[in-house]
């Protein structure tokens, strides 16, 4: 299994996060949805290994996530506001993270022309992030990530900041990247179209806790939990 979660508990500044448990299958795009506030980002930096869990276990392929050296681990992970390098053209920015690992120049071109290549930036490579638009900056973001074929991708909100024609555009290429990479997506979203367009299994959280999980199919089924049927739209009339 990609990753899973074993009840994992941590508290950062006002956050706490309990009793978290789920896992993430090879090729599945997989989604955690909840409101601003409710822990999503946090989780996400739990599942890459940022912080020791206070209780429970981050398992990445069976092995606890922090046992596995950072350059080892094959996670990517894209921001919501994407973190490109201002000083960078697009090819380093996608080349960054093969330079620090000390990969030879010819083998650098060559990914980041394969990559590019597939997700049709290749006509930008010479620009510089400030000049890209909103949905070339989130490829020219997948593409670093993607270049160091990761076994885990993670997404922080990765539609936020662009226009729905955009976001429909971009899709697709979300859904084809577990089969196209071999690899577990997780991403993290407020938007629940998104999530349903997006996810095969939805995890829905809220103070740091999850709440439930379901299929995209069942995500707005009524439940016993009040707090649940609220966030989905089903309180009582």
């Known amino acids: 299994m990609p990753l899973a979660f074993e009840s994992f508990r941590l508290t950062r500044g006002s956050m706490h996060m309990e009793d ?39 398992l990445l392929y069976g092995t606890p996530v922090q046992d596995i050296p950072l350059t080892e681990r094959r996670i990517g992970f894209v921001y919501q506001d994407y973190a490109l390098f201002p000083h960078m053209n697009v090819e380093k920015n996608i080349a960054y993270g093969l330079r620090v690992r000390h990969k030879s120049r010819a083998e650098q071109e060559e990914k980041v022309r394969d990559i590019s290549s597939l997700l049709s930036i290749g006509h930008i490579l010479k620009e510089y992030p400030q000049t890209l638009s909103g949905g070339e900056r989130q490829r020219v973001a997948l593409a670093r990530a993607l270049v160091l074929r990761p076994r885990l991708l993670l997404l922080d909100e990765p539609f936020s900041s662009l226009d729905p024609a955009t976001k429909k555009s971009l899709y697709e ?19 629940f179209k998104e999530a349903q367009t997006l996810a095969s299994r939805i995890g829905i959280m809220a103070r740091g806790r999850m709440l ?26």
């Not at 995209?216 to 309180?235: I, K, V, W």
Request: contains cysteine.
């Open 20 to 58: 978290i448990s789920f896992s993430v299958a090879e090729g599945e795009l997989f989604a955690i949805l909840g409101r601003t506030g409710a822990g999503k980002t946090l989780l996400l930096e739990s599942a890459a290994g940022f912080y020791t869990p206070e209780g429970g276990r981050v």
């Open 173 to 191: 290429e979300i859904r084809s990247i577990p089969r196209k990479f071999h690899c577990a997506v997780l991403f993290v979203t407020h938007d």
């Open 212 to 237: 439930c999980i379901r299929s995209a199919q069942e995500l707005f089924t009524r439940s016993n939990d009040a707090e649940l049927n609220a966030f989905l739209g089903l309180e009582d009339a």
